[in-house]
């Protein structure tokens, strides 16, 4: 059986995750509601037992993870039943909003017999108002459904069938649950948007204020103060006051938003993402107006026991810290959103990110979208011929994934940390890229976008993105995009009895890690740090960490044990951000 992780084993059943989990957006009035619930399985059409049948589970943990308590699984056409009580404190000059950070997939929600919302997209956040539901003793009861792979919801590497590449899949609350009171003079929501080039930020704000005071702190000192009454400000920060976010000097700027009933507290950073050639000519990716090589980890976001949640803070900030003290100054989060909390640690410790769309569409065509571009045929279309081929033949099915591409772009755009999209990954469930990749341009400007992420390149975005696993590394000339090793490695060791594979998976298998340790570094050395004078602008290992049976992870599945030597490491990843010149 798989134990707990040292961080699982140290859980407060009583304090479980109890962070705000909004840290963009922050107040003090709010309730968390993680902790013991009650669930019930059924059939599609049936209603749950009123007393008996039902189980304990812990949330934040979805079904089927070991945290959650529970071993059982839920199948497309079961229904998920979870509840609650609790008591709150009821303000009749307050509005009350209840918060999921995430539910996998579609959930209907009851306040004390009340439908009070419902929603779609089991990665992305949502709100809803039960002011007039919500009394001192309350019964909470959430009515979910997951059709796993075989819907028209994103998935990521969750599939009923999982084993190799794909994993476990897991069902029901996974994000942090809280109630919080609103004022009638509220900020609601919040858009940032740094300039650095004119040392401007221009805030937007959502609500129903009719005045706001901003403040912003640099450290110790006030360096702006204003108040509007508008719903747009520009904050302008003078020349001896602008101090620029890098990996190297993670700066972050406090902002303090005040309206006539309440103070919320946010953050900033100003931060710039291009493209430009280096001294020798090569296009390269640019932070703040310099070139920046690019060296990175692809992240799948599971852990051993919380599945596609971490058991604690100290987990991600152990993991993230780390990542960076092994000289790696990005990660790309593969085919899942993560929690809130995670990009704000990586906006603190100065970790890029690129962030991936979750994956979905189906069926699955491991000739087409697996096997064969593997093998080298690459050059396929995504447009209306192809939809069905590229697992998109259904109109919902497309139209779900442009609800859940933009829940994703409005939740995570204030991050810092993120500096680029990228909308599809190896043409699974790809359609329409070139058009999709113009849409993200239009809704955010200031990032970057790896249109198409290993192959299927519509000639789109801002990345030429290279996955290659088997071959030596040939360096296309660049056709006016960044060129990015965004897959690489893969390499399997497996430490038994800190990562537990049925079946161990993976691109090239080694028994001895020193044997192992060696083969990585002859790849950076033979693919990546000879191929960088030649254009190469960014490199991304795969992976972070062993996932069930993929094990070709730098850290084992527990967290226990790095596989990499972390001294060499960071050597070999310095050596390669150096080879890049202004």
């Known amino acids: 059986m798989t134990p707990l992780t040292r961080f699982g084993k140290k859980l407060d059943y009583q304090?479980?995750?109890?962070?705000?989990p909004r840290p963009m957006l922050v107040r003090d009035n709010w309730l968390n509601l993680n902790g013991p619930w009650e669930y019930q399985i059924t059939k599609e059409n049936e209603e749950p037992a009123?007393?008996?049948g039902w189980k304990t589970i812990l949330v934040p943990f979805a079904l089927g993870s070991?945290?959650?308590?529970?071993?059982?699984?839920?199948?497309?056409?079961?229904i998920l039943w979870c509840r609650r009580s609790f008591t709150y404190p009821v303000d009749s000059q307050r509005r009350i909003m209840l918060n999921f950070e995430a539910v996998d997939q579609e959930c209907e929600v009851f306040l004390n017999g009340l439908n009070v919302g419902h929603h779609e997209g089991g990665y992305s956040p949502f709100s809803l108002n039960v002011t007039n539901a919500v009394k001192e003793e309350n019964e909470l009861l959430v009515k979910i459904k997951d059709a796993s792979d075989q819907g028209i919801y994103a998935y990521g590497k969750q599939v009923l069938k999982h084993g190799g590449m794909w994993y476990t899949p897991s069902s029901g609350i996974y994000g942090t649950v809280w109630m919080e009171s609103l004022p009638e003079y509220a900020i609601e929501d919040l858009k940032i948007t740094p300039d650095p080039q004119h040392g401007s930020v221009y805030l937007r704000f959502a609500g129903q204020m009719t005045q706001t005071v901003i403040t912003v702190f640099a450290g110790n000192k006030l360096v702006h103060r204003g108040i509007t009454n508008e719903m747009d400000y520009t904050i302008t920060l003078s020349e001896n006051?602008?101090?620029l976010w890098s990996p190297s000097d993670p700066f972050l700027y406090r902002l303090y938003l005040q309206t006539e009933d309440e103070t919320v507290r946010s953050y900033f950073a100003m931060r710039s993402f291009s493209s430009l050639p280096d001294s020798s000519g090569h296009l390269r990716f640019a932070l703040n107006g310099k070139p920046l090589f690019l060296s990175g980890?692809?992240?799948q976001g599971y852990t051993m026991d919380g599945l596609l949640t971490y058991p604690s803070q100290e987990a991600m900030e152990f993991e993230l810290k780390k990542i960076k003290g092994m000289g790696f100054n990005m990660i790309r989060k593969h085919v899942k959103v993560e929690n809130r909390r995670w990009y704000s640690l990586c906006d603190e410790l100065g970790i890029l990110?690129?962030?991936?769309?979750?994956?979905g569409g189906g069926p699955y065509n491991f000739k087409r979208v697996g096997l064969w571009p593997t093998l080298g045929r690459r050059k396929?279309?995504?447009?209306?011929?192809?939809?069905?081929?590229?697992?998109?033949?259904?109109?919902a099915s497309r139209d779900m994934y442009m609800e859940e591409l933009y829940a994703m772009l409005d939740t995570l755009y204030n991050c810092p940390c993120i500096f680029a999209w990228v909308p599809f990954n190896e043409g699974w469930g790809q359609f329409d890229s070139k058009e999709i990749?113009?849409?993200i341009k239009d809704y955010d400007n200031t990032r970057l976008v790896d249109s198409a992420s290993g192959w299927f390149d519509q000639g789109a975005g801002d990345f030429l993105s290279i996955h290659d696993y088997f071959f030596p590394l040939h360096v296309p000339s660049s056709d006016g995009r960044i060129v990015l090793l965004s897959e690489f490695g893969g390499y399997t060791y497996v430490e038994f009895g800190h990562s537990f594979p049925s079946r161990p998976y993976g691109y090239k298998k080694f028994k001895d890690k020193l044997q192992m340790n060696d083969a990585v570094f002859l790849l950076y050395e033979h693919m990546v740090y000879q191929n960088i004078s030649k254009g190469l602008s960014g490199c991304i290992y795969t992976q972070l960490a062993d996932v069930e049976d993929e094990c070709n992870g730098l850290f084992t599945a527990d967290r226990e044990i790095v596989k990499i030597d972390e001294k060499r490491m960071r050597r070999m990843n310095e050596k390669c951000i150096r080879r890049v010149r202004n």
């Open 15 to 20: 304090h479980i995750l109890p962070e705000y």
């Open 50 to 52: 009123l007393k008996s």
């Open 66 to 78: 070991l945290l959650s308590g529970s071993d059982d699984r839920l199948l497309p056409h079961q």
């Open 241 to 243: 006051d602008l101090h």
């Open 297 to 299: 980890l692809l992240d």
């Open 353 to 359: 990110v690129m962030q991936d769309m979750p994956s």
């Open 380 to 395: 396929m279309s995504d447009g209306k011929e192809s939809y069905a081929l590229n697992g998109r033949a259904g109109q």
């Open 437 to 439: 990749t113009e849409k």
